[in-house]
Nanobody
Framework: VQLVESGGGLVQAGGSLKVSCTVSGGSLDDNTITWFRRAPGKEREAVSCINTDSGTTYFSSPVKGRFAITRDTAKSTVYLEMSNDLLVDTPIYYC??????????????????????????WGRGTQVPVSS
């Protein structure tokens, strides 16, 4: 399974951006997709997860209400749309896939986030720089 992220680019503070993750070598229906992000000098964090079987979506507490995750099974693509009114750094967003068909709740460094118990594949990431 290969994951390719795209759509990263310069975003103005207060604007929005949609990044995509295209899955090849495997079926989107067989993989739970989780988006992670890592900002410079910070730990990596899971921001959104979509269940394989039900399509139920989950968001970490910092992005809930501002991000949306959707999938297009025909295109084998999952999208993450972000409004970055609170974003002041330049994170890299990573797409991941897991065979486990559901997202589990975890509390990491005081932040509630959702991801599968095991990640099987990682994309290379796409950067979303923000201009002030």
């Amino acid at each position: 399974v290969q994951l390719v992220e795209s759509g990263g680019g310069l975003v103005q503070a207060g604007g929005s951006l949609k990044v995509s993750c295209t899955v090849s070598g495997g079926s989107l229906d067989d993989n739970t997709i989780t988006w992670f992000r890592r900002a410079p000098g910070k730990e990596r964090e899971a921001v959104s997860c979509i269940n394989t079987d039900s399509g139920t979506t989950y968001f970490s507490s910092p992005v809930k209400g501002r991000f949306a995750i959707t999938r297009d099974t025909a295109k084998s693509t999952v999208y993450l749309e972000m409004s970055n009114d609170l974003l002041v750094d330049t994170p890299i967003y990573y797409c991941t896939a897991a065979f486990i068909p559901y997202c589990s709740a975890h509390t990491v460094r005081g932040v509630r986030m959702f991801l599968p118990m095991e990640i099987n594949y990682w994309g290379r990431g796409t950067q979303v720089p923000v201009s002030s």
